[in-house]
């Protein structure tokens, strides 16, 4: 009988992923719960869905869910302890103190600690040390009060997502400038400008975060992420030296199934394109280049790839989530490199590979700071 659940996105392991799984799951010096986080991912490259691997290892399928997404987006260093997956607790997402501002603004009632505690299932004190924080913030000057210069976009029609909508105008004020890096991004302030209610602004600024366009810092709440070009072209320099490294070793030496595999990431990203999807593009490139560094068979670049992979999605080193040219052209120059890999010279591969990373797609193509 076919599991049953959601589908979700194929989750493929590489031989060295597979191998290092393993080792974690069965050794008695590792913690329980690197173990078990290593057997959810192990039974999920196997094809299950959430729910049957909750079933098989007894635990949630919110769990396996949680395990499952952290290793797509970072790989082994997913399952770390230290890696968070930036989402902000429903308590800091509800911002109570822009709500109890807005609700006073609308009907001039301001409700009480009590009032707000009981709404959204949190302390009084909670309530009271938010509503101290968003006052301070707007006495500050450094709220997201929008300017209105840009109008709101056209409410959908009945068969597009208000949630996409509110996505684009958010992003558009982004890259414009609107929102300017370090900005605040308060959902019921979005919510007020377009006329929605706070859970369409809610999922936009969710899937934002996603792509690394807003950052959520505990305790303060969502901003636009703020980009330092000194740390991007130092992390661009650093990927350079181990992808063309990494390109030398695997040229003619990478076996038909990892090849595959690099493959598989260029056709999820080709249809990451064609959903406008740049999360699970940018995932599915992240993936590609990590298992480049897989396939050079030299697990001290890969050690210090996963130490850089960070930085690298932070600072929007690989797949820039303000690019906006052609993504689905950017997945298919991916089949250059491995095509370069299937071959027999490590050299051009180095060069193609150090050129990719540096921005330029092809060292034989019109160069663009794309990747």
Do not use: C
Not at 2 to 11: I, M, Q, T, Y
Not at 308 to 319: D, I, K, N, R
Request: glycine share 8%; hydrophobic share 40%.
């Amino acid at each position: 009988m076919p599991d049953a659940g959601r589908p979700k996105s194929p989750l493929t392991l590489s031989v060295a992923e597979r191998t290092a799984l393993s080792q974690l799951a069965a050794a008695p010096r590792t913690s329980a719960a690197m173990r078990l986080r290593a057997r959810i991912v192990l039974a999920s490259a196997e094809g299950r869905s959430n729910k049957a691997v909750a079933d098989l290892l007894e635990v949630t399928p919110g769990t396996v869910g949680k395990w499952r997404r952290r290793f797509l987006r970072m790989g082994m260093a997913g399952l770390d302890d230290g890696m968070r997956s930036g989402r902000p607790r429903m308590v800091d997402r509800v911002q109570l103190g822009a709500v109890a501002t807005t609700s006073m603004a609308d009907s001039g009632h301001r409700p009480s600690t009590r009032e707000l505690a009981a709404t959204y299932g949190v302390s009084q004190s909670t309530v009271s040390r938010r509503r101290r924080e968003e006052v301070q913030h707007y006495r500050s000057g450094a709220g997201t009060a929008l300017a209105t210069s840009h109008p709101a976009p056209p409410m959908p029609s009945d068969t597009e997502l208000l949630s996409d909508r509110v996505y684009e105008a958010i992003r558009g004020w982004i890259l414009s400038g609107e929102l300017a890096p370090g900005m605040r991004v308060v959902e019921s302030e979005i919510a007020r400008v377009l006329g929605t209610s706070q859970t369409p602004a809610r999922e936009a600024v969710r899937r934002l975060a996603h792509e690394g366009l807003v950052t959520y810092r505990p305790r303060l709440g969502n901003f636009v992420t703020e980009i330092s070009q000194v740390e991007a072209r130092e992390a661009r320099e650093v990927r350079v030296l181990l992808e063309s490294a990494a390109a030398r070793r695997a040229t003619g030496h990478a076996p038909p199934e990892e090849l595959d595999l690099l493959r598989i990431e260029v056709q999820r990203m080709i249809e990451a394109a064609g959903h406008h999807d740049i999360g699970a593009f940018r995932e599915a490139d992240l993936r590609f280049h990590r298992q480049v560094l897989a396939t050079s068979g030299n697990s001290m670049l890969l050690r210090v790839w996963r130490t850089l992979e960070p930085a690298l999605w932070s600072l929007q080193v690989v797949s820039n989530a303000m690019y906006a040219g052609d993504w689905g052209l950017m997945a298919r120059r991916h089949l250059d490199l491995i095509e370069v890999l299937a071959g027999t010279d490590p050299e051009d591969s180095a060069r193609l590979f150090a050129a990719h990373a540096r921005g330029e797609s092809s060292i034989t193509r019109p160069a663009g700071r794309h990747d």
